[in-house]
């Protein structure tokens, strides 16, 4: 079966899904959902997306987000394979984690009282779907390990990928308007419990579940336009290779002046460095860590060497750095902190 062509371009907002391969479960415990949601934000971080909804489920896991730059695929190429290393390294396994290719796909973010509010409402409603709370008895927020306790808890406790607005105003609400959504939601829940209700929401769902967009016939001879020319599909490549890499590569550019910067170097004083310097590796875990460039690029673009070498520096900085390296490390840290890339 053909692969589904990734239509990428600034601005998007998609619907991701993932299950577990051979539907087997993806997270184990409350641990492994903590650690999916670090590697999120790890990954917004990357990449600049903003998260609008999620909902983590036993088998597999739901995201709205929207992606100023043209990164979707690279960005998921990144979640997915840092959270299997990670889950494979914890429970001592390996192997795939996820089924395939995740779905992604698109929503029409222009016309929000429609469009996002269906989607964020489907991913909102999984666990009274699955029959995670009990409808009347339970609140939906009782099920912790969705965006929606974000949406009607403390906005301090959200973190800065997270973005509540568009999803509030596409049910007519504003920013902080808390109450709001638990009552709008709550009643999609009640509404959903009864059977004349389901119906009618799995009508609304029927194109998340089949289609390849959800928005309207503009929407959708828009995105064929960006499939052209000549009326056919252009290369996979021509939406998720070389103009994907040339976007990584200046984000990774822009990453290392700032980089050099912090830690008070020049571009010919990094290039006269031995190619295991210290400064090298740490800014080498420093690109790895911001960007999803390659570690051939890295090695290239720092004269280390063969690209091995940069996985291993990168390890050193991560679990056993030498005092030196330490402090270079919190030198970018800190520089991240206050808002370099």
């Known amino acids: 079966m053909a ?4 239509i990428q371009f600034p601005g998007a907002v998609y619907h991701v899904m993932a299950r577990g391969n051979h539907g087997q479960p993806i997270y184990r415990d409350d641990q492994d959902r ?29 995201l709205l987000l929207e992606t100023p730059e043209a990164n979707l695929v690279a960005g998921m190429k990144w979640l997915q394979g840092a959270f299997t290393q990670r889950y494979n390294g914890r429970h001592r396994c390996f192997g795939h984690l996820f089924q395939g290719r995740y779905k992604a796909v698109l929503v029409d973010s222009r016309k929000a009282e429609t469009y996002l509010q269906v989607v964020s409402t489907y991913i909102h409603l999984n666990p009274a779907r699955a029959r995670l709370i009990r409808p009347g008895d339970q609140p939906l927020s009782a099920y912790r390990w969705s ?27 504003a920013p902080g308007q808390a109450r709001g959504y638990a009552a709008y939601l709550e009643g999609r829940v009640l509404e959903w419990a009864s059977e004349g209700g389901r119906q009618r929401l799995a009508a609304e769902w029927k194109a998340l579940r ?15 336009e960006r499939l052209k020319p000549g009326g056919r599909a252009p290369r996979r490549e021509s939406h998720s290779g070389p103009a994907q890499r040339a976007h990584d590569e200046a984000a990774a550019e822009l990453a290392l002046r700032r980089g050099l910067g ?47 070498r940069v996985t291993q ?3 050193r900085v991560e679990r056993r750095p030498s005092r030196r ?11 991240l902190d206050q808002g370099a890339p």
Do not use: I
């Not at 692969?3 to 990734?6: A, F, I, K, M, S």
């Not at 170097?265 to 210290?278: R, V, Y």
């Open 3 to 6: 692969r589904p062509l990734r």
């Open 34 to 62: 903590r650690c999916w949601l670090k590697t999120l934000g790890e990954a917004c971080l990357k990449t600049g997306w903003r998260v609008h909804a999620f909902v983590l489920m036993g088998n597999h896991y739901h």
């Open 147 to 173: 965006s929606y306790p974000w949406y009607v808890g403390p906005r301090g406790e959200r973190p800065a990928w997270f973005s509540s607005e568009k999803v509030l105003g596409s049910v007519g609400l």
């Open 210 to 224: 089949r289609g390849w967009y959800v928005g309207g016939d503009s929407f959708r001879k828009q995105l064929l």
């Open 262 to 308: 912090a830690l008070g170097l020049t571009a010919n004083e990094l290039g006269a460095l031995p190619k295991g310097a210290a400064e090298k590796s740490v800014l080498a875990w420093w690109l790895r860590r911001q960007t999803t460039v390659t570690l051939r690029w890295v090695g290239e673009r720092l004269d280390m060497g063969h690209y091995t």
């Open 313 to 315: 520096a990168v390890s």
């Open 325 to 335: 390296v330490a402090r270079l490390r919190d030198c970018l840290r800190q520089s």
